[in-house]
């Protein structure tokens, strides 16, 4: 990645820390120059183009906006597959507690594009693909109160788009799958089959999934 040319604004700004990092991976002993890359891999995160065909079955890929803050959450699920690319133009996530007041809004905008290039709260085009029982485990992590608003609300408009491909579907498979993900439409995690919290939020908003905060 390094040594490739690149006009992505993000990947250039990146490779004066990706250097940092790899010379300080040399000190450490356990990174040498005899290590190659015989499999051909290359650095999959980011893409210049993320809009893949979306489809829903067995596995599935969907497409979405995130912030870079609530796709660094949402990776950690390392089961899936996460790919993103830089809007052609700027836009930043607003958070749901100000969206009613004009006023919030603006100040908020205008505070977010002045912090740096590349802030947390900027909204990137996102691929996620997977299989639909690591899409399962997913929920168990991310469907609860507290997980980030916006990863949660990811999350959960996912499974809703993913409930409406397979519906009308006349796959057998698909309808399976269908009446698995509708166990998961009732709220919160704690409100998921075999499931039992270990540390209950008592928070009503939060278990019915209409929190602001």
């Known amino acids: 990645m390094i040594r490739e040319e690149t006009t992505n604004p993000l990947c250039k700004a990146l490779k004066p820390y990706l250097e940092e990092f790899r010379d ?5 002993g356990f990174i040498t120059t005899d290590i190659k890359a015989y499999r051909n891999r290359e650095f999959s995160l980011i893409k210049e183009d993320t809009q893949y065909d979306e489809q829903f079955g067995r596995s599935y890929s969907v497409n979405y906006e995130a912030t870079i803050s ?19 133009k700027k836009e930043f996530y607003i958070p749901r507690i100000i969206r009613t007041d004009e006023d919030l809004v603006n100040e908020w905008l205008e505070d977010i594009s002045g912090i740096s290039e590349f802030p947390l709260g900027m909204l990137v085009n996102v691929n996620e693909t997977g299989c639909y029982e690591n899409f399962i485990l997913k929920l168990y992590e991310r469907i609860c109160t507290a997980p980030q608003l916006e990863a949660l609300d990811i999350t959960k408009e996912v499974l809703a788009k993913y ?13 399976k799958i269908y009446e698995e993900l509708m166990l998961y439409t009732k709220g919160a995690r704690c409100t998921f089959p075999g499931f039992t919290c270990t540390a209950p939020c008592h928070f009503k908003e939060g278990v019915q999934l209409i929190r602001k905060i």
Do not use: G, M, P, V
């Open 70 to 88: 609530a796709l660094a959450d949402l990776q950690r699920h390392r089961t899936l597959d996460y790919c993103f690319s830089l809007k052609d």
């Open 24 to 28: 300080t991976l040399y000190t450490t």
């Open 163 to 175: 409930i409406r491909a397979l519906r009308d579907s006349s796959s057998e498979n698909d309808k």
